[in-house]
């Protein structure tokens, strides 16, 4: 699979990587500062495996390596590859994202960073395989990430998805103008920008997160084949003589998703095809897009508050769910 041979390849590169991994989270909290538990491992800490420690810069052509990195070292603690039905994967990727990004939905992946394959999708002119996501707390100033490391067959592409209250082509400029300032700062040279660019690269943006967005959701249609009931989970570490280990698996675990909605779908799509050829006038089934749900809670007389949901993708004109 094409995420454990990006595995093996990271391993033999930076073959020390593992060890210090280790002994940061050891030392989290004490000799180093404390970070929210919804991020595996700051950037920074992948940025020092990277420099090999001790005040050492990253070379600017290696700089692209603190995000391989950490997505690809995150993601070996749990291994797991999620791996849409046609059918779910079609409607999901369709879903378009209007308005502000549901950024703390985003906050909700089921494991530290997940592999979402990604078939027969083109990212800016080359093929994707598919793409790892994770989260990241910056040190210097807090601000959450969703990191992105696209499978593509040219590259690893790292690409930092800034969240907050605001809209794809927000988060991308926000991510072009940090990388103009680091470029003035490490690299000593201007960022040239195009913005045809920069909205090209939010279009792609778009059906990736709305594959995220469902995996992220309350009930997500999530199965292992092998296990029959089981769910994606963050990794835990173990107790031994040593102190806390963290152990990956031995192998990757592939997590179907949308299964029985997609039957659903298929079938509900049939009996629409068939009351088409008798003449019948029926909606094609589909799914509705993902969207926001806004409300007000709290006593008629009191204070009240609005709250926003984000609601998952419904099917509509199909069978009842069970």
């Avoid at 000799?31 to 990277?50: E, H, N, Q, R, T």
């Avoid at 592409?157 to 605001?166: E, F, K, S, T």
């Avoid at 092998?226 to 192998?251: C, I, N, S, V, Y």
């Avoid at 997609?262 to 068939?274: G, N, P, T």
């Amino acid at each position: 699979m094409r995420p454990s041979n990006h595995l093996v390849a990271a391993s033999r590169l930076y073959p020390g990587a593992w060890k210090q991994v280790e002994r940061m989270l050891a030392n989290r909290g004490s000799s180093l500062p404390d970070w929210p538990k919804w991020c595996f491992l700051p950037m920074a800490g992948w940025y020092a495996i990277v420099s090999g420690g001790g005040g050492n810069r990253v070379p600017p052509h290696m700089i692209a390596d603190v995000g391989r990195l950490a997505a690809i070292g995150t993601w070996r603690y749990s291994q797991g590859i999620y791996r849409f039905t046609t059918e779910m994967y079609q409607a999901i990727a369709d879903t378009g994202l209007r308005g502000n990004l549901p950024s703390d939905v985003l906050m909700r992946l089921p494991e530290w960073c997940v592999y979402v394959e990604t078939p027969d999708r083109i990212w800016l002119g080359t093929h994707l395989y598919g793409i790892w996501a994770h989260l990241e707390s910056d040190a210097n100033d807090g601000r959450r990430e969703l990191r992105l490391l696209l499978d593509t067959e040219d590259a690893l592409i790292p690409i930092p998805v800034h969240l907050g209250d605001w809209t794809v082509e927000e988060a991308v400029t926000r991510m072009i103008n940090e990388t103009a300032r680091q470029s003035v700062v490490h690299l000593k040279r201007p960022f040239l920008r195009d913005v045809a660019t920069d909205m090209q690269i939010a279009d792609a943006l778009r059906p990736l997160i709305s594959l995220l967005l469902y995996l992220c959701s309350d009930e997500p249609e999530i199965d292992d084949d092998r296990e029959p009931g089981a769910f994606p989970a963050q990794p835990h570490p173990r107790k031994t003589k040593q102190g806390l280990r963290w152990f990956p698996p031995d192998r990757p675990r592939i997590w179907t998703v949308g299964g029985k909605m997609a039957v659903r779908l298929r079938e509900a799509r049939q009996a629409a095809e068939r009351s088409t050829s008798t003449g019948q006038r029926t909606l094609t089934p589909h799914i509705r897009r993902a969207h926001w749900h806004g409300f007000w809670t709290g006593p008629l007389d009191g204070p009240r508050r609005f709250s926003y949901h984000w609601l998952p993708p419904i099917l509509v004109s199909g069978r009842a769910p069970e």
